[in-house]
């Protein structure tokens, strides 16, 4: 004796199979999406990324100057990568700021949650504002003592932002 099998069943399947594969979106954004959901993140500070580099911008006196979005692919990763270049001062320019971004539903995250200026950026206009005071201060001291202090900063036991 064989089981049977409801006659509902194949149909079922393979309308779960046409309509999962057409009704599918890619969890990966086009260039343009992905950098206004970045620019449109609102951070802890009750403000968006966007708002908060422009008000930094304005507040340094050209000090500080956004230099563009870059976003990076891998082709096995399920999101793209948004890293916001800038310059700080003397320091040659950099993309410094990187976000983790994907679709289906909008997410954005920072990818060094816990490090770095992105850290700071994330906690609103003015701990953003007192880091890059303390990255222009580490620019006037010799660059044996930049590489040092760099070298050091993971075993720094105190938060000083």
């Not at 064989?2 to 086009?30: C, E, H, K, M, N």
């Not at 563009?68 to 310059?87: E, L, N, S, T």
């Amino acid at each position: 004796m064989t089981p049977r099998i409801p006659a509902a069943l194949p149909a079922f399947l393979l309308v779960l199979l046409v309509s999962s594969a057409s009704g599918a979106q890619p969890f990966v954004p086009a260039e343009r999406a992905a950098i206004d959901l970045v620019r449109e993140r609102r951070t802890t500070g009750f403000t968006t990324i966007g708002r908060t580099l422009a008000y930094a911008q304005r507040a340094t006196g050209g000090a500080f100057r956004l230099g563009g979005y870059k976003v990076d692919y891998r082709p096995d990763a399920p999101f793209a990568r948004v890293r916001i270049c800038y310059r700080l001062g003397i320091d040659p320019p950099t993309c410094g700021l990187d976000y983790r971004v994907a679709v289906n539903p909008p997410h954005v995250e920072p990818a060094d949650r816990f490090n770095g200026l992105t850290r700071d950026l994330e906690h609103g206009p003015q701990a953003f504002l007192r880091a890059l005071a303390r990255e222009t201060d580490l620019q006037r001291q010799p660059d044996i003592l930049r590489r040092i202090e760099a070298a050091l900063d993971p075993y720094n036991p105190y938060d000083w932002r």
